[in-house]
T-cell receptor, first 113, second 110 residues
């Protein structure tokens, strides 16, 4: 049981390049989330999804797009990377039951030069 | 706006002592608070959840309290060990989302 898997684990981009981060969960969870974590800022929600085919904006959505074509996958895209998007990105999933926690992947460390 | 505040300064304690971490929230009390542990280079891992109507929750050496008057949750680790060294995150439930604090780094030295 892998839980939540994120690929890639590390990536270095040049300003203006694009890329897609992949998140996969095997727990059949309805909800999936993308966060970024920066020093002193904590986890901030970028986008999330309440089910297959749905997406919604979080606290810091600008510069990112997402897609949830399959229930188990949640993709985060950067169309034109900027140095301000250098961060650690975490994906999480949730069953939708209030007493249950979110389950996190181990993150993607992204540097934009 | 709803916020979660944790002491950003690291907490250094000696092995065997009790570590106490603080989480303060603003505005109305959340239905529940969650505590997570995060090790360097890893994602957060869930530890405990405490509901608004619960004053205290325990799990092995961990204890969490929820004080709606003080708008505060305390997280205790008794008989702390070097292996408890990590960053601990507090989060409040907000319908289908969580709002996280910045975390407090705990260092337990022998």
């Amino acid at each position: 049981n892998a839980g939540v898997t994120q690929t890639p684990k590390f990536r270095v981009l040049k300003t203006g390049q694009s890329m897609t981060l992949l998140c996969a969960q095997d727990m059949n969870h309805e909800y999936m989330y993308w966060y970024r974590q920066d020093p002193g800022m904590g986890l901030r929600l970028i986008h999330y999804s309440v089910g297959e085919g749905t997406t919604a904006k979080g606290e810091v959505p600008d510069g990112y797009n997402v897609s949830r074509l399959k229930k188990q996958n949640f993709l985060l895209g950067l169309e034109s990377a900027a140095p301000s998007q250098t961060s650690v990105y975490f994906c999480a999933s949730w069953s939708g039951q209030g007493s249950q926690p979110q389950h996190f992947g181990d993150g993607t460390r992204l540097s934009i030069l | 706006s709803q916020k979660i505040e944790q002491n950003s300064e690291a907490l250094n304690i000696q092995e065997g002592k009790t570590a106490t971490l603080t989480c303060n929230y603003t505005n109305y009390s959340p239905a529940y608070l969650q505590w997570y542990r995060q090790d360097p280079g890893r994602g957060p891992v869930f530890l405990l959840l405490i509901r608004e109507n619960e004053k205290e929750k325990r799990k092995e050496r961990l204890k969490v309290t929820f004080d709606t008057t003080l708008k505060q949750s305390l997280f205790h680790i008794t008989a702390s060990q070097p292996a408890d060294s990590a960053t601990y995150l507090c989060a409040r439930g907000n319908t289908d989302k969580l709002i996280f604090g910045t975390g407090t780094r705990l260092q337990v030295f022998p």
